[in-house]
Each structure stands twice: as structure tokens, then as C-alpha cells.
């Protein structure tokens, strides 16, 4: 059984929590798009660990982990990620491997991802600024340069060639001739090194594997709403963090995905720019904002907070094929007298359903809410379902009758065993 995990939401539901939670069923987690503008935060009895480009699982000992080639690899974030976890008593020696094919960010890709946003002014995008647009817009347009490619040692070879032609456009876009591509070059002759016995085909290392009978996670990055393909464009990220991007971002066949998990909070929460229906601009908003510590872990921006929307779930089951959904956060909805659901977009004289695909339509879309009584009795730490307050258990069944997917894994806290994993849910079968 071959489980994929991703963000039903716009990111930072908590997927790392849950990779992290599930990964001693599998032998291999691999990721699988995104860049280092990922932040999954796990908490293992009280130490906290933040991760950006290697997956969660890289917790767990005797466990392998991967990068794919749908991934854009900043080499220097990558190292201080290694050397964070090898501080933390975490050793990735033979437990990781990065794509040959998956293709590298570099100096110019952050001062042009700057530039970028400046330049739109009041339609920026709300990006983390470290090169993982421009890094794509490189891999599209063919001009990338891949983790492979640094094996070519060779004073005037495709490396160099490629080096000095994207420095170049990078100094005639920045008015300036402050990069030199031979230093840039220098810089990856240093990395090499290191980087190469990291180095693999992860898309042949995975058949081989799943040939063997090992089992597999992929872990998705960012969120479903934040797709490039599926997103509320142009507010989104540059790749795509559907369960889609888990074929072409590591080299599998659709077949390989048995079952897809989508993580989702309690409520909704969103960085960046961009509509959200359900945002709450008062002092609801703010407690769900203090409550639920939502700041971002790559950037520690605060995250803009609303009701849980059932419109936004509805959607990423469907472009997902979603077989359960984990939900986060419970506890942050700790007495609360009342909680709201989105179950409908009223825009005009017309109710929405289903996401619509213009963005102009969603920025003016007005939630229709059903509201539910709140509980008083703490769900924080609770790992039995039964134990939930009444209000909550009933809470939960309507999100799953609105979103049209059980919640299988209901998380109550940040902690790795503050989880409730339902016994008669499909969830059993990942946990074998």
C-alpha cells in the first residue's frame, strides 16, 4: 500500500505532523515538487523540528528518504538542513538521495524572484523570495541546470555554458554587472562533493523498491489551492502539489498511488496574497491566528485565518480523489461558544457550490455559514475518539458530511501522540 499525502487547503496544514506520524509503516518517503518554501514542523516529545526540502520521515531511523526530480533544490538550504538535523542527533548518511534530473536553485534565481515582486507592485503574489519561481521558469524554458549537470568538469562544457548565459540575463534584467558567472561555477565545483554521493535515479530507485515489496509515502509540498495548474492562479505556488505532481515529480506510474490522504485544519488559514472566502479580519480571526501559533515556519509571516470551508475540501477531494482526510488543529477550536462552517459562495443572486475556476468571481464570493455549538471540555492531548466532547465528535461528522470524505486521523495537538487514528477507518490499512 502505497499512501499519498498532501495539503487540502492553501499549505501549512500540518502534513509534516502526519508524514511523520505514518512513516513507520512505510520504508521509503520521497518528496515530490516544491522547494525550500516548504515548512513542515513536527514535534517530537516537546523538540521541535522544522523541515523545508527533506522529507519528514528522515525522523525516523532506517527509513529512506527522497528528493524527486519534480523538486527545485537549493544546494546551500539543502546542506543547512543536513547540518541542522546532524546538530539534532539525526544522521542522513544512506537515508538520503536527491534526483539526478531535479534542477537546482541559484544566486540569480533569488535576486530575479526579488525583482519579480517588486515589480508588480500592488498584484504581487506574496512569494518567500528564494528563487524557487525563476527556478521553474528555468526548468520550462529549458535553461535549467540539474543536479546532474554538476558531474560536468569541463572548462567550456554545457555546465559553464549554461552558467554564464543565465548569469548574463540575470545582470542585463538587474541593470547591473554585480554577478560573475565564474563565481557562481566556483561555488558548484565547491558543492559538488558533497552533494554527489547524495545523488541517484530516484525514479529507478523506487520501482526497484516497490518491486521488492517496500511501501511507499509521497509527500506533497505547499497545498491544493496553491497548485500551479489547480490553484486560485496567479496566487500560487510554481509546481504542482496535486496528487498528479506525485507521477511526473518522481518518475511513477499513476498506478503506484494506492490511496491519497488530504491534510486539512479545523479551520482555514492562507499566506500571501490571494481571495479567501472565509477570512475573518476581527478578533475571531486574531485568536485562531494566536490559538493555533499561525505563523509560517519557513518565513514567520502570519497567516491570514478563517472558518473551515467546505467548498475548498469539496474541490481538492475531487482533483485529488481523496480516499480520507486528516485534520489538524482541533484543539485550537477550544472553547469557542460557536463555530462556523462554509458550506456554499453566495456571488451575486447566485449560489456556489463548487470552486469557481474565475478568480474575480471568488475574490467576491461571500461565505454562506452553518453554525454548530462549541465545547468547553478541552480536546487538547485527547488520543481516543470517544473521549472527544460531544460538540466536537458532532463538529468533525459534519465536516466529513460537507466535504464529502471521513476524516480517518484527527490530530489534537502538535506533539507526534496527540493524535486520534480512527480504528474503523481506511487509515488502519496505511498503519499495517
Known amino acids: 500500500m502505497n499512501l499519498c499525502v498532501l495539503g487540502a487547503q492553501w499549505g501549512d496544514e500540518g502534513k509534516g505532523k502526519i508524514v511523520d506520524l505514518l512513516t513507520p509503516s512505510f520504508q521509503l518517503v520521497a518528496r515530490y515538487q516544491?522547494?525550500?518554501?516548504?515548512?513542515?514542523?513536527?514535534?517530537?516529545?516537546?523538540?521541535?523540528?522544522?523541515?523545508?526540502?527533506?522529507?519528514?520521515?528522515?525522523?525516523?531511523?532506517?527509513?529512506?528518504?527522497?528528493?524527486?526530480?519534480?523538486?527545485v533544490v537549493d544546494p546551500h538550504a539543502l546542506f543547512a538542513e543536513v547540518d541542522e538535523l546532524k546538530a539534532l542527533g539525526i544522521s542522513i548518511t544512506g537515508r538520503l538521495l536527491v534526483s539526478d534530473k531535479a534542477h537546482l536553485i541559484l544566486p540569480y534565481h533569488r535576486e530575479l524572484d526579488v525583482l519579480s515582486e517588486a515589480r508588480r507592485g500592488d498584484r504581487k503574489i506574496g512569494t518567500t523570495s528564494?528563487?524557487?519561481?525563476?527556478?521553474?521558469?528555468?526548468?520550462?524554458?529549458?535553461?535549467?541546470?540539474?543536479v546532474g549537470d554538476l558531474a560536468d568538469k569541463s572548462d567550456n562544457g554545457p555546465l559553464v555554458n549554461a552558467v554564464r548565459e543565465n548569469v548574463a540575463t540575470r545582470n542585463r534584467l538587474m541593470g547591473n554587472n554585480d554577478m560573475k558567472w565564474e563565481s557562481v561555477v566556483a561555488d558548484l565545483r565547491v558543492m559538488w562533493p558533497r552533494l554527489q554521493p547524495l545523488v541517484a535515479?530516484?525514479?529507478?530507485?523506487?520501482?526497484?523498491?516497490?518491486?521488492?515489496?517496500?511501501?511507499?509515502?509521497?509527500?506533497?509540498?505547499?497545498?491544493?489551492?496553491?497548485?500551479?495548474?489547480?490553484?486560485?492562479?496567479?496566487?500560487?505556488?510554481?509546481?504542482?502539489?496535486?496528487?498528479?505532481?506525485?507521477?511526473?515529480?518522481?518518475g511513477i506510474g499513476p498506478r503506484s498511488v494506492h490511496a491519497v490522504l488530504g491534510v486539512v485544519k479545523a479551520y482555514t488559514t492562507r499566506v500571501g496574497e490571494g481571495p479567501l472566502p472565509t477570512e475573518?479580519?476581527?478578533?475571531?480571526?486574531?485568536?485562531?491566528?494566536?490559538?493555533?501559533?499561525?505563523?509560517?515556519?519557513?518565513?514567520?509571516?502570519?497567516?491570514?485565518?478563517?472558518?473551515?470551508?467546505?467548498?475548498?475540501?469539496?474541490?481538492?477531494?475531487?482533483?485529488?480523489?481523496?480516499?480520507?482526510?486528516?485534520?489538524?488543529?482541533?484543539?485550537?477550536?477550544d472553547g469557542f461558544e460557536e463555530i462556523k462552517i462554509c458550506t456554499a459562495y453566495r456571488c451575486g443572486n447566485e449560489t456556489l457550490t463548487e470552486m469557481p475556476g474565475d478568480l474575480a468571481q471568488l475574490a467576491a464570493c461571500v461565505p454562506v455559514y452553518e453554525t454548530m455549538p462549541g465545547w468547553d471540555a478541552p480536546t487538547a492531548g485527547v488520543t481516543r475518539y470517544e473521549n472527544l466532547p460531544a460538540a466536537a465528535r458532532a463538529y468533525i461528522r459534519r465536516l466529513e458530511e460537507v466535504s464529502g470524505v471521513p476524516a480517518a486521523i484527527v490530530s489534537t495537538g502538535s506533539d507526534r501522540e496527540h493524535t486520534i487514528i480512527r480504528n474503523d477507518s481506511v487509515a488502519s490499512n496505511w498503519l499495517k
Open 201 to 250: 535515479d530516484v525514479s529507478l530507485y523506487i520501482d526497484t523498491a516497490m518491486k521488492a515489496g517496500k511501501r511507499v509515502m509521497f509527500e506533497g509540498a505547499q497545498g491544493t489551492l496553491l497548485d500551479i495548474d489547480h490553484g486560485t492562479y496567479p496566487f500560487v505556488t510554481s509546481s504542482n502539489g496535486t496528487a498528479g505532481g506525485a507521477c511526473t515529480g518522481l
Open 34 to 71: 516544491g522547494g525550500h518554501n516548504a515548512g513542515h514542523t513536527v514535534f517530537v516529545r516537546g523538540k521541535k523540528f522544522v523541515l523545508h526540502l527533506i522529507p519528514s520521515g528522515i525522523l525516523h531511523e532506517g527509513v529512506t528518504c527522497l528528493i524527486g526530480n519534480g523538486v
Open 280 to 333: 475573518l479580519v476581527d478578533t475571531v480571526g486574531e485568536r485562531l491566528r494566536e490559538s493555533g501559533n499561525e505563523y509560517g515556519a519557513s518565513t514567520g509571516r502570519p497567516r491570514r485565518c478563517g472558518w473551515y470551508d467546505a467548498v475548498v475540501t469539496r474541490y481538492a477531494a475531487r482533483v485529488n480523489g481523496l480516499d480520507a482526510l486528516a485534520l489538524t488543529k482541533l484543539d485550537v477550536l
Open 130 to 146: 528564494r528563487g524557487i519561481g525563476p527556478a521553474y521558469e528555468d526548468k520550462i524554458g529549458r535553461r535549467g541546470i540539474r
